[in-house]
């Protein structure tokens, strides 16, 4: 395919960071980079789906693997949000563009309904604005175009991997912990726990939860309870093996206790 190259003109000006972002993300020709950001009033979105709709993008920087990042929770009152950025390398993350888009990120999701993300899918979310109150380089913008642009600050493939959100409720008790916490509600691992009680005022309760889900991030289960587990990882009794108990939350032993009780059983106690 081909791009007429007399579509720009000599007075045209473009950004450097979304010239950068453009060739580096989708392997296109400076060049033809140019042309699509002036065609498209510097809008990066509108300029990356206008070099694919022309046939000339390689898009080289996305299918990278982003296992590196940081997750942004909040948990206040009963209401938790959590948002995980991932991106290529531990040096990207723990530069400011990247805890500070993170904290935008979380922002956003904070100012936002659970209808507003159709069961807290990713896609709906990535169609939302970020909240008035954001000013700066990712003001007036969708999360989507927010993640465009991190991309080009760092020249790192970044994206969001997941997003929670909690709302209070009667008789839900909610527990947050989060691990390695480099800034403000940003870490490197977190657990939520949502506890049904109708003791969803006693500070016991909640203590509780948030205990667990100090656990959770520091034993690791792998399910909350021992139905979960499928039925190829389980014995002649219908259990885990003995030495994968710890694979389910209720069989674990309760680390904040000095009784040796299993979670299981301090929950029955409530």
Not at 47 to 74: D, N, P
Not at 83 to 102: H, I, L, N, P, Y
Not at 127 to 133: E, I
Not at 162 to 179: C, E, W
Request: charged share 30%.
């Amino acid at each position: 395919n081909i791009i007429i190259r007399n579509q720009l003109s000599s007075r045209s000006l473009v950004s450097l960071a979304n010239l950068k972002y453009l060739r580096e993300f989708i392997g296109s020709l400076m060049y033809d980079c140019k042309i699509a950001l002036d065609t498209c009033q510097e809008d990066i979105e509108k300029a990356r789906l206008w070099l694919e709709s022309k046939g000339v993008v390689q898009k080289k920087i996305k299918y990278r693997k982003t296992a590196e990042g940081f997750i942004a929770l909040e948990e206040r009152d009963n209401e938790v949000n959590l948002v995980q950025v991932g991106c290529e390398t531990d040096f990207a993350a723990r530069t400011e563009e990247f805890k500070d888009a993170t904290k935008v990120f979380l922002d956003t999701l904070k100012s936002l309904s659970k209808a507003d993300l159709n069961d807290s899918h990713i896609e709906s979310f990535l169609q939302q604005k970020v909240p008035a109150h954001i000013v700066g380089r990712y003001s007036m913008k969708s999360v989507k175009e927010n993640l465009a642009l991190l991309t080009s600050y760092i020249n790192e493939n970044c994206r969001i991997s997941s997003i929670f959100k909690q709302v209070p409720q009667p008789g839900i008790v909610v527990g947050a912990y989060l691990h390695g916490e480099i800034d403000k509600n940003v870490g490197s691992k977190a657990a939520v726990v949502i506890i049904e009680s109708s003791l969803d005022k006693d500070l016991k309760v909640k203590q509780l939860a948030n205990n667990l889900a100090m656990q959770v991030v520091a034993m690791r289960p792998m399910y909350k309870d021992i139905e979960e587990v499928p039925k190829e990882l389980r014995n002649s009794k219908g259990n885990p093996p003995e030495f994968d108990s710890d694979m389910v939350l209720m069989n674990q032993t309760y680390i904040d206790s000095d009784e040796k009780i299993s979670v299981r059983e301090l929950v029955k106690r409530l």
